[in-house]
């Protein structure tokens, strides 16, 4: 039996929370999370450090449409990275729809979107990990 990897990114401006889940538990699990240079850069060398640890089947980004489904600046830059990541890895990307993931883990970890202790990091890794379950039940 073959033991498919996933990973799953929550993209931001200014931080990717990072997911990973197989095919053999089906359970999504925020890993890590990589912040971005400050001119806004992405930061493939830490990427690359946390990608290398596993061996990858396929990469799921979160892209979010507005509630209308429609695209925003954000699914720009959510397609943008996936697209970067297919051309870096050679790996296979699938786009799923994270409307509201970020405010859902925010949700599950008891944050209000103002919270003064909001630990971002772990909104984003459980946004990633919300991404990436929803592909493991869609898929």
Do not use: P
Request: with cysteine.
């Amino acid at each position: 039996m073959t033991v498919n990897t996933y990973l799953g990114f929550d993209v931001g401006t200014k931080r990717t929370g990072i997911a990973i889940a197989n095919s053999l538990t089906r359970q999504a699990n925020g890993i890590d999370v990589v912040s971005h240079h400050k001119n806004g850069a992405t930061n493939w060398a830490d990427f690359d450090a946390v990608i290398k640890q596993h061996v990858v089947t396929l990469f799921v980004v979160g892209v979010a449409y507005d509630s209308a489904g429609k695209d925003q600046e954000m699914s720009f830059i959510a397609k943008s990275f996936g697209r970067k990541l297919k051309a870096r890895y050679a790996i296979e990307v699938v786009f799923v729809d994270e409307y509201l993931s970020s405010n859902e883990a925010k949700k599950q970890l008891k944050y209000n979107h103002h919270h003064k202790n909001a630990d971002r990091c772990e909104v984003d890794k459980r946004s990633a990990a919300l991404i990436l379950q929803t592909w493991l039940q869609d898929s």
